[in-house]
Antibody, heavy 120, light 109 residues
């Protein structure tokens, strides 16, 4: 079964850090482009960033609100995607989804999401 | 960055009716890299349409997408009870910045 399972969410104070993980199964993780998408409570979807497959360069891209604070990485040997979030702000509070696509394609597989709350 | 504007914000319809959702881009979306997603409360989004008009695996044929350039449409030919949800358009052609529209809620009238 094709599956993405996020973990690592929780409550963190402003200025703090958190690392999310996304475990993939049922497909060839190393060939996939992986993205993080977030959704603030009651709001729409916001793309956070993406990492390409190593065969396509393994490069990362980020949305402007998180660039310089968030880092996406992958461990193909563990079929796992990561999102390191530093200098967290209250506006980063959201459900964070891990998602995948064929190279340059639409997001066809989604995890169930993990909640991140940034509050003092 | 390409801004996607969806309209209407809310669509109130009855089961069996036709739904027409609009997504307008601030600049041309390259190679029709436009997708539509459905999201129900408490669930992750689900891919419906990619490449502006291609249905994703397992999506019923009552869902169809059309359009090019800056104007795109998602049509649900006859609404089923399970179709009442929020729908988002997304452009993924303006690499590296991917953007979503603000969403259209299809609610039961």
């Amino acid at each position: 079964e094709v599956q993405l399972v996020e973990s690592g969410g929780g409550l963190v104070k402003p200025g703090g850090s958190l690392r999310l993980s996304c475990a993939a199964s049922g497909f060839t993780f190393s060939n996939a482009w992986m993205s993080w998408v977030r959704q603030a409570p009651g709001k729409g979807l916001e793309w956070v960033g993406r990492i390409k497959s190593k065969t396509d360069g393994g490069t990362t891209d980020y949305a402007a609100p998180v660039k310089g604070r968030f880092t996406i990485s992958r461990d193909d040997s563990k079929n796992t995607l990561y999102l390191q979030m530093n200098s967290l702000k209250t506006e980063d509070t959201a459900v964070y989804y891990c998602t995948t696509s064929p190279p340059g394609g639409a997001f066809d597989i989604w995890g169930q999401g993990t909640m991140v709350t940034v509050s003092s | 960055e390409i801004v996607l504007t969806q309209s209407p914000g809310t669509l109130s319809l009855s089961p069996g009716e036709r739904a027409t959702l609009s997504c307008r881009a601030s600049q041309s979306v390259s190679s029709s890299y436009l997708a539509w997603y459905q999201q129900k409360p408490g669930q992750a989004p689900r891919l419906l349409i990619y490449g502006a008009s291609s249905r994703a695996t397992g999506i019923p044929d009552r869902f169809s997408g059309s359009g090019s350039g800056t104007d795109f449409t998602l049509t649900i030919s006859r609404l089923e009870p399970e179709d009442f949800a929020v729908y988002y358009c997304q452009q993924y052609g303006s690499s590296p910045r991917i953007t979503f529209g603000g969403g259209t809620k299809v609610e039961i009238k």
